[in-house]
Nanobody, 119 residues
Framework: QVQLVESGGGLVQAGGSLRLSCAAS????????MGWFRQAPGKEREFVAH????????YLADSVKGRFAISRDSAKNTVYLQMNSLKPEDTAVYYC????????????WGQGTQVTVSS
């Protein structure tokens, strides 16, 4: 079964950087789109970024363009979210997710990792 495990969250000051990792297993990831989402207290879950596994085409939400980057390492079956110039409004639980390319919904989710940005 597909399993996603996030790591790398923590506490950082505004302007700092973190790199989140998502270790993936159990799927044919050449047919997958991998995404990062986040959910802040009192707010709905929002899309952050995705990467098409096979082509490495990426897409970023406007709120993080120029600051975040998504990438993957096929040898390690791992997806990364590099977060730079962090702002307090980036504080949230960050989730890794996966869907089959062409599907409208993400069916597989990790447990989440907390990112806290202090001002």
């Amino acid at each position: 079964q597909v399993q996603l495990v996030e790591s790398g969250g923590g506490l950082v000051q505004a302007g700092g950087s973190l790199r989140l990792s998502c270790a993936a297993s159990g799927g044919a990831f050449s047919k997958f789109v991998m995404g990062w989402f986040r959910q802040a207290p009192g707010k709905e879950r929002e899309f952050v970024a995705h990467i098409v596994w096979s082509s490495t085409i990426t897409y970023l939400a406007d709120s993080v363009k120029g600051r975040f980057a998504i990438s993957r390492d096929s040898a390690k079956n791992t997806v990364y979210l590099q977060m730079n110039s962090l702002k307090p409004e980036d504080t949230a639980v960050y989730y890794c997710a996966a869907k089959i390319w062409g599907s409208s919904q993400y069916h597989y989710w990790g447990q989440g990792t907390q990112v806290t940005v202090s001002s």
